[in-house]
DNA sequence: TTTCGCACCGGCAAGGTTGCCGGTAAGGTT
DNA sequence: AACCTTACCGGCAACCTTGCCGGTGCGAAA
């Protein structure tokens, strides 16, 4: 016995059906009491028979939520990648379903998608904010309704919420104490743009890297730029025609770690000989460049369903989880780049 | 003057404050015919004043349309992810929210997400299959339900519906008579699994090349496995151990040449002169090792665009637009792998 | 016999929006 | 004076589901 009708069963056809009420029906679906054993069973058995399914719509507008997360991210790229999988994963387990934003790293656009996500009535929203964003106000409107944010990755003290993050000083650290053990002297950073509070943090890492180490800070070795791999490349030309030039460079990001190796072969330069060169992801594309380039690696995936728990935790109890704040940590991955002597 | 509660302005509560009816309110917004220039003002400002925004939920619910469009895609690599950017901003332009899903090239996390979106009651799929897919019952639920379907990327005989692709015969084409033109004469296929139309119309570009050039196929040139580096890896590795071994490789994806960039490496052989190799989709990884690999491009973000706009026409007129498939061309790039000559 | 408790069920309203229809008053037409 | 048009507006139902409350009938206890 198939559905008699092109529009999907609703619980009024199996109401009509049964001469039973609505409620009734609603109440034996829902495995809730006040309903005889008999009738359940003809309920049950007729609602599979016309293969019934709850409208999530109706649903939601009755319960005033609609198991959907609002994801808002600047880019897909291979961290972000890794990190939506994550957080789809815990998500569909949890019975939520994601809506992912890219903002392209635009200020104009993350207005934009939060303004669409808060129409589409999301429950929530996980959020990694873009580079050029300063000012939060749009943001501002989420918490105005009461909607539990978690933000992710890219952090920043202007929007408080339970966050998740890699230890980017720890990273930083790493990458700047690992060039000095291997005898580099001056050690130059690219990082990125300076309201970036993910960049600051590599960035206070590689200077408490240097004063572990009694090296004085050079401020003329510290770069800002664009997050991006042309930027990099010309920051890193410049870098070169310094008079008395780096002998090492950190880059905040593979992207810039690429940027920086394509101008340090054109200058002709030789890795990790004439100059030592470590970035940061860990993006596979840093094992296969030649030379293979040292990496601070980020446990995006794992990063992604940690934002995503943290989430649904928030979620159920919306007040008391609020200054929580999840750190992972950082590992580095020594590669040609930056490996004068063996370890 | 602000809102005067927690929950978010309805048409009720403005009807209330200006004591005329819901209707007229709704009429007013929807710059509807039938309400005075006076009250229309009047409504306007004081929606703008409680800063009113209408209910997706109960729109949907009326109009039995969510505005938004399920996207499901294998995973979300350097490709994929373009043509999500693609969708995204045509679905945006258009009133569309995207909810994107991956199946991880898993048929069970496929039939899930399909189950999921169609509960979501989206609007209607735009979808590229997963390599393990090799039965389709789960895709005709959603044909059964009338929604619209566009597929894009990997098309398949199995799923008749609108489809945007590339021309990827035309890209094994060029791909391999680019190979023959370099002089090369055993040329060998890492194609991926055999279900794949994608792969078979790639080795089908290749096979007519071999033919317009007179060149007899050998079968035992032509390796299926998965599309993956690792597996690219070990399949190189078994082709450069033949007595009679390939002059080159022409793999089906970039992933699989890098697999293969590995193999010949190890072996000790050089490109482009011991051997040639060619990759598909012009990651940007290719121009990045050493030697940098040739490629098929393929318009990645543009296709995203076209298949989300192909599935608005054919949302808006549903029987028309049935057969239509726009197939984007492929461009091949040339680099250091397959360049014996200069060109 | 009355009262109570129990098991089961139906009606109504609400959630926010729109489409359809009917209604009113003012003005114009025959 | 009777009728029609026009411009505007309100009521009701519907979309689908659930929560609350108010039943009904029956058996058991007082």
Known sequence: MVNYTDNPATIKDI????????STVSRALRNAPDVSEETRQAVLSLSQELNYQPNRLALSLRQN?????GVIIPNLDYVLSQMVRGIDEVALEAGYTVMVCQSNESFGREILNTQRLLESLVDGFIISVSSETKSFEHFKKIQDRNLPVVVFDRITPHLPAPSVRLDNQAGGFM???HLIEQGYKRIAVLAGPDNLGISNSRLDGYKSALKKHK?????????????????AYYAT????????????????????????MLAIKKKGLQMPTDIGLVGFNNEPVTG????????????????????????????????SANNIEKILPPKLIIRESSLKFSV
């Open 15 to 22: 109401a009509k059906r049964l001469n039973i009420s609505l």
């Open 65 to 69: 939520q609609t198991h959907t997360i």
């Open 175 to 177: 990458a700047t104490e």
């Open 215 to 231: 090296i004085k800070l050079d401020p003329d070795l510290i770069l800002h730029c664009d997050f991006n791999q042309d930027y």
């Open 237 to 260: 030309q410049e870098l070169l025609a310094m008079k008395k030039r780096p002998d090492a460079i950190f880059t905040i990001s593979d992207r810039m770690a690429i940027g920086a």
């Open 288 to 319: 296969l460049v030649t030379p293979s380039i040292s990496s601070v690696e980020m446990p995006s995936f794992e990063m992604g369903k940690a934002a995503a728990k943290l989430f649904i935790e928030t979620m159920h109890n919306k007040e």
